[in-house]
């Protein structure tokens, strides 16, 4: 799983937010609220992103929809996988990381580890 760059992250982030396909010119017309972006620089890291594997294209008319092959959640799981397996000891890792979550975060987590059936009721 590779880090997504700040574009890529953009244009994902608006098709995870909206949770439908969508052209473009409306992630153009989001990205430019905050920002300025170039039409054909969005156009060239959205075809990167279909080629890459992380959006799915159907034509329509003769634009492009998008839509995202993988949950905003599966992104951060990977990221976390990921980021687990840098470390020379996993557990380590893994402890340091579980320290430092909220309360919330903890029983979050407890109730995932159940859900999973990894945690005994």
Same mark, same amino acid.
Request: glycine residues 4%; proline residues 2%; contains cysteine.
């Given at each position: 799983m590779r880090w997504l760059g700040e @574009?890529?992250?953009?244009?994902?982030?608006?098709?995870?937010k909206w949770g439908r396909p969508?052209? =473009?010119?409306? +992630? =153009?017309d989001d990205i430019n609220t905050r920002r300025p972006a170039a039409y054909s620089t969005v156009m060239t890291v959205a075809t990167i992103l279909y080629n890459k594997g992380w @959006?799915?294209?159907?034509?329509?008319?003769?634009?492009? @929809?998008?839509?995202? +092959?993988?949950?905003?959640?599966a992104y951060s799981a990977a990221l976390m996988e990921d980021a687990l397996g840098a470390s020379e000891d996993r557990p380590a890792a893994l402890a340091y990381f =579980?320290?430092?979550?909220?309360?919330?975060?903890?029983?979050?987590?407890?109730?995932?580890?159940?859900?999973?059936?990894?945690?005994?009721?």
């Open positions: @574009l890529e992250a953009e244009i994902l982030d608006c098709l995870w969508a052209t =473009v010119r409306e +992630v =153009v @959006l799915t294209r159907e034509k329509q008319g003769r634009a492009w @929809l998008y839509t995202p +092959v993988r949950s905003r959640e =579980v320290e430092r979550m909220t309360d919330e975060e903890v029983a979050a987590l407890r109730e995932a580890l159940r859900a999973a059936g990894r945690l005994a009721e």
